[in-house]
């Protein structure tokens, strides 16, 4: 521990001010993720199903069976996306959006999170891994608890899902 140093990949600040949410009429959520089922895809679809408000809007970037479309293919606030080109995620959808959601089941290091954060985009995600080191609930956030794994303290550190326990 006392050996080693963390560097986080760069990601440069892509925005100058970030728009003010209260003021806008209609609020975007984005969710990217190339495993949908992984990454709690699933878990959040049937989640945002649940929120009746009609000025909110889900952006789905991810390949999605078409079953799972049909089953919510009602709700005209959620959009299905097929997985973009990364210049055209950084280019035309994310500048667009207002908040990421990212409630992945499993993640080492959310490269995407960095990408959304140079957005000025506000997270909501689980902690897992490295996301805690990104996502300050109050600041930038909202830090959801996993929904099977249970916290613990690693390195004096608390609220950090160990995935790798048993493993080693």
């Known amino acids: 521990k ?42 959040l679809l049937e989640a945002f199903a649940d929120v009746k408000l009609s000025n909110i809007n889900l952006y789905i ?26 210049e ?17 089941l499993y993640e080492s290091f959310g490269v995407v999170l960095l990408e959304a954060l140079s957005f000025g985009m506000g997270l909501i995600a689980t902690n897992t891994y490295a996301v805690p080191e990104m996502l300050h609930p109050g600041e930038n956030g909202v830090l959801l608890h996993h929904p099977f794994l249970k916290p613990e303290v690693l390195y004096g550190k608390k609220e950090l899902i160990n995935l790798l326990r048993g493993k080693i």
């Open 2 to 43: 006392n050996k080693s140093m963390v560097f986080y990949p760069y990601a440069r600040r892509r925005y100058k001010r970030h728009k003010e949410i209260e003021k806008k009429e209609v609020l975007n959520f984005l969710f990217v993720g190339l495993d949908f089922r992984l990454k709690g895809g699933l878990e």
């Open 88 to 104: 055209k995620l950084l280019t035309q959808l994310l500048p667009q959006m207002d908040i990421f959601i990212f409630p992945s």
């Open 61 to 86: 970037v991810s390949k999605v069976s078409e079953k799972i479309k049909r089953n919510f293919q009602t709700d005209k606030r959620i959009i299905f996306l097929e997985p973009l080109p990364r």
